[in-house]
T-cell receptor
């Protein structure tokens, strides 16, 4: 399977703390994307990092990409209760057309 | 970015029947993607729907079970046929937004009883 692996599977933190999620994948990619899903609903695109980029920021989000290790991390700083959701990485594979392959996901719970 | 209206949002279906899910996009898009998310799992691509041609199915998914229509550049339907309890999942459609990633519909969650 080309599916990426994410760890941890579940993460529980206090509001104000930082949350870090990791994603590993298996083959060459064009880009890697992170999505959030609230309560089994539709996914919301958070950030896209291209294969020639190493780090990207968007608000409280910081994404890194290490293509030599085939891994990425998502850091959410100063977490809020509203950040409670499932987070998925997804890769657009080289030569894979427009298809996305999703990772296994991390369930984040931010407690007050 | 595009906005997708997906219907129905949820349903309870009888075993052996079929359910059709609709996705309407507020702009023209070349490809639409259909995903399945089984309980507690990640998303798995079912098929890619192109306007004017047959959908391209991923390994493990067949047209007889998951027929797809794509009559124009803003609309697509996915039917899940001959329902069994194993089909109980969330089904999502999505469209590509270039370097802004993909936009997803709000999902259809159904339970087969």
């Amino acid at each position: 399977s080309q599916q990426g692996e994410e760890d941890p599977q579940a993460l529980s933190i206090q509001e104000g703390e930082n949350a870090t999620m990791n994603c590993s994948y298996k083959t060459s990619i064009n880009n890697l994307q992170w999505y959030r899903q609230n309560s089994g609903r539709g996914l919301v695109h958070l950030i896209l990092i291209r294969s020639n980029e190493r780090e990207k920021h968007s608000g409280r989000l910081r994404v890194t990409l290490d293509t030599s290790k085939k891994s990425s991390s998502l850091l959410i700083t100063a977490s809020r209760a509203a950040d409670t959701a499932s987070y998925f990485c997804a890769t657009a594979l080289t030569g894979g057309g427009n298809k996305l392959t999703f990772g296994t996901g991390t369930q984040l719970k931010v407690e007050l | 970015s595009a906005v997708i209206s997906q219907k129905p949002s949820r349903d309870i279906c009888q075993r052996g029947t079929s359910l059709t899910i609709q996705c309407q996009v507020d702009s023209q898009v070349t490809m639409m993607f259909w995903y399945r998310q089984q309980p507690g799992q990640s998303l798995t691509l079912i098929a890619t729907a192109n306007q004017g041609s047959e959908a391209t199915y991923e390994s493990g998914f067949v047209i007889d079970k998951f027929p797809i229509s794509r009559p124009n550049l803003t609309f697509s339907t996915l039917t899940v046929s001959n329902l069994s309890p194993e089909d109980s999942s969330i089904y999502l459609c999505s469209v590509e937004q270039g370097w802004d990633g993909y936009t997803f519909g709000s999902g259809t969650r159904f339970t087969v009883v």
